[in-house]
């Protein structure tokens, strides 16, 4: 069954039942409680919800206690149909996608909402609608008649559904890992930064570790003051030193010798520490024991997810001594082992790498396949293929890999070809990469034999767009997997006490009472092998997941 929900301003708003086709199947239900009638209609009838927007709407639901079990987002599900017809950067909101269909001024998006801290207030019940005040449910069916239509005259509509359907599951997911949270130790955080920084600075500048490595790094450089987190100022200074450098990054650093050099890669990891997941950091974004950022599901143009605030995603792994899990209650941690390749694999349908990749260590597999037992040099032409690396140690390693596995390497090389040529790529599901910031005609200039030169800009704009929708590809169908796994784990959860409280590109991890760690491990490995069978069919291929059972997350294998 099919719901199409919109909300008022006042907590009510109106429902409106919908066929398959998404033509309405009865009236325009108005309601006064809205929050109470879905609940009701999830209680007896489990719908799939159409909304506009469930970052708008679905936060009110949970904060009143209603958790939906499916979801059609329009506004979601419009970028990805946009971006399917080329036409990325046209507004995505459910007021555009009205206006364009009834052939209105196309309204532009709204600027994202910025995000507050957990717990600096909550708004009213339901936030305004994102669509026009006056067309309402109407407005709303019709969209989402549109929006199948425009699916079905996708190249695979079938796969282009399963990417609907988990984009929109993962929209609900990152909203309720927004209302748990990640259990985070306060003091077992102070007690790193102790460790690390030393005491904070009483009038707010660098703490005592920092100070003391910043007048080192100066003493290095015989001056009396540098400021160490200043590239500007250290560049000057190991000119002065006699060294010229094309910026200040830990690898070329790593190259130097100087006795500045180890003090500089130490000082930048502390101050990164100290400015992301610091004391004023955990004074904005840890209350009541969790961490609670906003989650964006689709927020990178190759489908992985991304967070307003917080930096969540990026949590360094000393840091993550602070994640503990309540008393009674255990971590189970996730990592898909090895998914870019399996991907390529899976996608490609080079039979002999598929056969590789139905080992534990695919590329254990592939050395003892085509490259002598050499596991190194297999890695290396394989990371090669998908990222680009056409030079160094990487030429002879591609060579075997071009000779052995031709379907996959041609996979990936049609794609850098498309790409070069200014043209779109899609994953297997059928998310589109976006334009490059240039367009290339017919004229290939990349290619000297046509008269063009190589070194030229445009020519090696060319090949750094080729680079990117080369791994576009394979990294946007992996994130595909991701986020399908995340969904079908979401239902084997429901009704229990576990709760996904983080996920990261091919990470996730579940909270849950000590007692049902081992269930929620097999859950998460059944969901993997569900996820591999929606998208791949049949595959050899296997996605195995590398599963730990902690108190804290620091320790996940």
């Known amino acids: 069954m099919l719901v199409a929900v919109v909300p008022d301003e006042r907590g009510g708003g109106a429902l409106q039942p919908l066929d398959a ?7 325009v239900r108005p309601v006064t409680d809205l929050a109470a009638a879905v609940a009701a209609f999830e209680a007896a ?19 009143a206690g209603v958790r939906v079990e499916r979801c059609h987002d329009v506004e979601l599900t419009e970028a990805l149909l946009l971006g399917h017809a080329g036409r990325w ?34 708004g009213a019940l339901f936030d305004a609608p994102t669509g026009p005040p006056g067309p309402g449910v109407e407005a709303l069916t019709r969209v989402y008649a549109d929006q199948l239509a425009r699916i079905a005259a996708t190249e695979h509509p079938g796969r282009f559904r399963l990417l609907v359907a988990a984009e929109s599951a993962g929209a609900l997911v990152a909203v309720e890992m927004g209302a748990a949270g990640l259990p985070w130790r306060v003091d077992v955080h102070d007690e790193i930064l102790a460790e690390l920084l030393g005491e904070p600075s009483p009038v707010g500048g660098p703490p005592r570790r920092l100070a003391e490595l910043a007048a080192r790094i100066a003493d290095a450089f015989g001056v009396r003051q540098l400021h160490a987190d ?6 000057r200074a190991f000119a002065r030193a006699g060294v010229e450098l094309p910026n200040t990054r830990a690898w070329v650093l790593r190259g130097v010798e100087h006795p500045a050099v180890p003090l500089v890669l130490e000082y930048k990891e502390l101050y990164r520490i100290w400015t992301a997941h ?70 490609s349908g080079d039979a002999r790498l598929a056969a590789a990749g139905g080992a534990g260590d695919l590329y254990a597999a592939l050395a003892r396949d085509a490259f002598g037992g050499d596991r190194p040099r297999a890695k290396v032409a394989l990371l090669g293929a998908m990222y ?9 390693a591609l060579a075997v890999l071009r000779r052995s596995y031709p379907t996959a390497f041609g996979y990936v090389e049609a794609a850098a070809r498309t790409g070069e040529a200014g043209g779109l790529v899609r994953s297997w599901l059928g998310r589109t990469c976006p334009p490059g910031t240039s367009g290339f005609g017919d004229d290939d200039l990349a290619d000297p034999d046509a008269g063009g030169d190589p070194q030229s800009p445009r020519a090696r704009a060319a090949r750094s767009r080729g680079r990117f929708t080369r791994n576009f590809v394979i990294q946007a169908t992996a994130a595909e997997w991701a986020s399908t796994l995340l969904a079908v784990l979401r239902g ?6 576990a709760e996904l409280v983080f996920f990261q590109h091919d990470e996730v991890v579940v909270h849950c009472p000590a007692e049902q760690a081992a269930a929620v491990a097999e859950a998460v490995t059944r969901s993997g092998r569900q996820a591999s069978t929606l998208l791949f069919g049949d595959t050899p291929v296997r996605f195995p997941l590398d599963l730990s059972i902690v108190d804290c997350y620091a320790d996940a294998s």
């Not at 086709?21 to 009236?27: H, K, Q």
């Not at 009838?45 to 904060?63: D, I």
């Not at 084997?492 to 006490?497: T, V």
């Open 21 to 27: 086709a998404g033509l309405p199947a009865g009236p």
């Open 45 to 63: 009838q489990r719908p799939r919800w159409v909304w506009a927007c469930g970052t708008t709407l679905y936060p009110a639901l949970l904060r």
């Open 89 to 122: 950067g046209e507004p995505r909101s459910f007021a555009a996608a009205w206006a364009r269909l009834t052939g209105a001024p196309v309204p532009a998006d709204p600027p994202p909402r910025p995000t507050a801290p957990p717990g600096h207030g909550q």
């Open 230 to 235: 200043s590239p500007a100022e250290l560049l």
């Open 278 to 347: 610091g004391w004023a950091w955990r004074d904005a974004w840890v209350r009541d024991g969790r961490f609670r950022p906003e989650y964006v599901p689709g927020g990178v143009v190759s489908g992985r997810w991304a967070t307003r605030g917080g930096g969540a995603l990026q949590i360094p792994k000393v840091i993550r001594r602070a994640v503990v899990a309540d008393p009674g209650w255990r971590f189970v941690v996730a990592d898909a082992g090895q998914l870019e390749p399996r991907v390529l694999a899976a996608v």
């Open 388 to 396: 680009g690396q056409t030079g160094g140690a990487a030429v002879p």
């Open 492 to 497: 084997e959860l429901a009704g229990g006490g």
